[in-house]
């Protein structure tokens, strides 16, 4: 009889020390852990993801020609530095024949905070988007055809800028007062 009694009696402690201790065990302390072990790993490939796409990045940035880089940062600087926009604008405009005044600068919203006017130039903000712009007005007094022979130098010209506003005042002696607003861009 103890011969028949002995595997139930088994089998009965077995099924209890699974429900009282290895059951609440598992779920309890082990199956949190392993969610939590499931999301490291899956947190730890993106991270090899990630390594692997900034080596392959810097891998191709190394292989751009030392001669490209120069010109992509003359074409695109990262900053701008206001008196010699309007320099640059002043130069443009006295080879086509158009006068200059009253220029206002105003800086985009990214860049509003921190404005440093005594250097010149305006800081950055990295944590941005790549580019940023700011908005340069100016009034341009020129006979129509200096005004057209400007905008083509404008267009032609080496920094990267946008006319985003015009308006004309009309005239009778073939003068007009032009009212301007440059859009300039620079990279962060």
Sequence with gaps: MIGRIMPIVLILLA?????????????????????QIKQYNSTLAAANDF???????????????????SHLQAYLPDGVDNVQLILDLNALAAKSGVLLSNFDIKSSASTN???????????????????????????????????RTFLDGVERSLRPMDVVQMTLNDSTTGVYTYNLTFRIYWLH
């Design 15 to 35: 099924l209890g020390i699974f429900v009282g201790y290895i059951n609440p065990t598992y779920t309890g302390k082990i199956l949190p852990l392993q969610a």
């Design 51 to 69: 390594n692997k796409k900034e080596a392959e990045l810097a891998t191709a940035r190394n292989a751009i020609p030392a001669d490209a880089i």
């Design 113 to 147: 905070s921190g404005v440093d006017q005594s250097a010149g130039a305006l800081p950055l903000d990295p944590s941005a988007k790549p580019t940023d712009a700011i908005d340069v007005s100016v009034a341009a007094t020129a006979t129509y055809g200096a005004f």
